[in-house]
């Protein structure tokens, strides 16, 4: 690397400016935008217009860019390790699909067991549908780790988002908007670093909203099945949300079928389609009826029956009996849930949730693209441009009922939000001054600031533990890779690892624990896994556990001192 004499320059005080390390950052950045827009339209442009409609190739590409991008990160950033208790409730989908089934059956003692979103009866299950733990089990199977179906879900929505794009703009704008997705949705992103999911959702959603405007210019069965097969991965990771988005694809043909002769023509379209959406709704249904028993009772609904029933979404006929919970276990789960007690939704309240919502919306954006945003509403003159307003407005609304939210809850129309940006660039370009093509030059200046900022960022992962990024992920956005990685976790995994044998671990809470960090997480077959983790119940009880699961060395685990106190278990 630099010699030193050489560093020391780069320090405050050590060369004629004063700079420090972020200064020479910013300096290099602004550099090399004004390089690249003296360069762009005279010479790149062209050249890129040309490159964009090689649509197979850009697929691979984009495919490929994030995870490459990504896996460059591995030595300051290893593999995610789960911290959360939807992750866990995920991998538990992925595991039990690794044994060739839908449910597992129920724990001899279940009350050692209890924990977020897993069911323990009528068998022993996560409550989340099997997309993203299929998505999940795929990668598990074929590169052994569970996070490389993540990497594959990114890969695929950045190609898919610029195949989405090539059904509603030129290819070039089409191009900006996969680099977009790769920069905004790629190796920084949430969705990536974690197993909650997202980015499959999101993939499903660019395969709808890229069929749709294909099947209007034509009847190509490739891009009915395109529709059937998004909504089915819909459908299969976000069953709720779903109903938004057929509602959106029934609105989207509604003009269309008013025609005698264009409604004749969709027959054969929408039957492709629905015939690829059966696969999906059978799996659902058999998920139903091997998780609950019933047909029509989903893993979620009878968790609310058991646990707790979010005020906005109440259910009144139970197919299952409450389970006997101590009042504040029953107080905990209703908080996890967002339970409010029997206070009436109201208007008032709904809006409330609403306004205060928007401010997460930007985790859809770049912050260049902001001042592209407005320029959206030139394009609304078009009515299929009126339509992706009234989908993400319907998606906005229908998710709102739900007292909780998260980023993934929009990821059926993530792809609409690039939509948005690019065509804002799009209708800025247009722009004039006179004769002078400031649109133009203001559009491309904004994808630049865009490809800097993801630039400077990657480079301070790269980077990592370097005095210069140190001094800039001061600024660093909010929704890059998280630095606080959940170490207490990694440091009891790593100490369970060199222990010989199988092993029983009981979880002992403190007092004034925080409920939501919970330990007892275990994998489809319990019997089998080298570590059970189980909650402490007391000498007693505990022992009931210790001499069902026979043969294993018992320790315990005190999770609240600090740092965690993992010691050889002793009766109290």
Not at 140 to 146: L, Q, R, S
Not at 277 to 292: E, F, K, Y
Not at 332 to 348: I, N
């Amino acid at each position: 690397m630099f010699s030193q004499p050489l560093c020391q320059y780069f320090l405050p005080l050590q060369n004629p400016l004063g700079f420090g390390a972020s200064d020479f950052v910013e300096l290099a950045v602004a550099a090399l935008l004004l390089a690249l827009t003296l360069a762009w339209r005279p010479w790149l442009q062209p050249h890129a217009e040309r490159l964009a409609g090689r649509t197979a190739w850009w697929l691979a590409i984009l495919a490929i860019l994030p995870v490459a991008l990504r896996l460059l990160l591995l030595p300051n950033h290893p593999v995610p390790t789960p911290d959360i208790y939807d992750e866990f409730g995920h991998l538990l989908v992925a595991d039990t699909l690794r044994h060739w089934r839908l449910a597992n059956p129920p724990n001899a003692l279940p009350q050692f067991f209890e924990t977020f979103f897993v069911l323990q009866e009528p068998t022993y299950s996560s409550i989340y549908p099997v997309g993203q733990g299929a998505m999940l089990a795929l990668g598990w199977t074929v590169f052994g780790v569970p996070w490389a179906g993540v990497l594959m879900a990114t890969g695929a929505f950045c190609a898919l988002c610029y195949w989405m794009l090539r059904g509603w703009t030129t290819p070039g704008w089409a191009l900006a908007g996969g680099l977009l997705a790769v920069m905004e949705f790629g190796p920084l992103n949430l969705w990536t670093n974690c197993y909650w999911g997202g980015a499959l959702t999101a993939s499903a959603g660019a395969l709808v909203f890229g069929a749709l405007p294909r099947l209007r210019q034509g009847d190509r069965t490739r891009d009915a099945a395109a529709l059937g097969v998004g909504l089915a991965v819909h459908l299969l990771t976000r069953p709720y949300e779903s109903v938004f988005l057929a509602l959106g694809v029934a609105l989207f043909f509604l003009p269309t079928v008013r025609r005698r002769e264009r409604a004749r023509a969709l027959r054969k379209p929408l039957a492709v389609a629905a015939l690829a959406v059966s696969p999906a709704i059978g799996i659902t249904l058999l998920q139903n009826r091997q998780v609950t028993g019933s047909w029509t009772t989903l893993p979620y609904v009878l968790s609310q029956y058991q646990y707790g029933v979010p005020a906005a979404l109440t259910f009144q006929a139970s197919p299952v009996p409450h389970r006997q919970l101590t009042p504040q276990q029953e107080l905990d789960y209703k908080m996890q849930l967002g339970f409010r007690g029997a206070h009436p939704e109201t208007v008032g309240s709904y809006l409330a949730r609403l306004c205060y919502r928007v401010r997460f919306y930007r985790f859809f954006f770049a912050s260049p693209l902001y001042l592209a945003l407005p320029a959206f509403l030139w394009a609304l003159s078009q009515a299929r441009y009126r339509w992706v307003l009234l989908w993400v407005t319907l998606f906005a609304l229908g998710i709102n009922f739900f007292p909780a939210f998260q980023f993934h809850y929009l990821g059926g129309v993530t792809c609409l939000f690039v939509l948005i940006s690019v065509e804002g660039l799009k209708q800025l370009s247009r722009l004039q001054l006179g004769s002078y093509a400031a649109g133009a030059l203001a559009a491309q200046l904004l994808f630049l600031f865009c490809a800097a900022q993801f630039a400077l960022w990657y480079t301070a992962h790269i980077f990592d533990n370097t005095e210069w990024s140190l001094a800039v992920r001061r600024y660093e956005t909010w929704q890059t890779i998280n630095h606080d990685e959940p170490g207490r976790r990694m440091l009891v995994n790593a100490e369970l690892a060199k222990l010989p044998d199988k092993l029983l671990v009981f979880v002992r809470y403190w007092p004034r624990h925080i409920f939501q960090d919970e330990w007892v997480y275990n994998r489809a077959d319990i019997d089998g896994a080298r570590v059970v983790w189980a909650r402490d119940l007391g000498p007693e009880e505990d022992d009931k556990l210790v001499r069902l699961l026979g043969g294993r060395n018992v320790w315990l685990l005190e999770p609240d001192a600090r740092p965690p106190r993992l010691a050889v278990y002793e009766a109290r």
